[in-house]
């Protein structure tokens, strides 16, 4: 993430410049499936109270990024790097008095943030690896090595073209491969 660390500096808690404000983004925001119901928040905090990885987390907080949506923070929101923190555990959508489905609202702000480019380096090397062996994680030799002296059964075969068919289409997936592209130019 290195390259990206400017582009993905986490600033809930700079001062908010007026030059930072989109207010149709959150008109934006509720137009996709998912979000639609982001203006009925009335930031009682219960997303995050209840939120178990807020827990273990000082800057993960599902009300404040939340807030920044409703706020027209766009950039703030869509860079944060706590915006990939959420374990889609649907806790908060559960608890929300107001039936907002803030996890749902947190998977459209990643999709946008996907869209624009802006995805952590780890999520773009787990996609980079499950599209070529399918697997999330790629398999040191040393380890299949080491199963084989130990007279354990060899791991089964990724099924790499399969995962690439099913997720024929997917955008997120075309960006690693131009990406990957353009690394091996570079």
């Known amino acids: 993430m290195a390259e990206n660390a400017s582009t993905t500096r986490d600033t809930t808690k700079d001062p908010i410049k007026a030059s930072e ?37 000082d800057s993960y907080r599902p009300r404040t990024l939340i807030h920044m949506a409703r706020l027209g923070l766009k950039d703030r929101v869509l860079k944060s790097d706590t915006l990939w923190l959420c374990a889609a555990c649907f806790t908060c959508t559960d ?25 952590p380096q780890v999520f773009k090397d787990q996609c980079a690896s499950v599209l070529e062996t399918g697997y ?19 791991l089964p075969k990724g099924n790499p073209e399969s995962v690439k068919k099913s997720l024929k289409g997917v955008n997120f997936v075309n960006y690693v491969k131009n990406q990957g592209e353009t690394d091996a130019k570079q």
Request: with cysteine; glycine share 4%; aromatic share 6%.
């Open 21 to 57: 404000l989109d207010p149709k983004f959150k008109y934006k925001l509720i137009k996709r499936h998912g979000s639609e119901k982001l203006l009925k928040c009335f930031q009682c905090g219960t997303c995050t109270s209840d939120c178990p990885i807020a827990r273990y987390s």
């Open 95 to 119: 608890r929300c008095p107001q039936d907002v489905e803030v996890a749902s609202v947190i998977r459209v702000l990643r999709n946008m943030a996907a869209e624009e480019g802006i995805v």
């Open 136 to 154: 999330a994680y790629k398999i040191p030799d040393l380890r299949l090595k080491k199963r084989e002296t130990l007279g354990l059964p060899p």
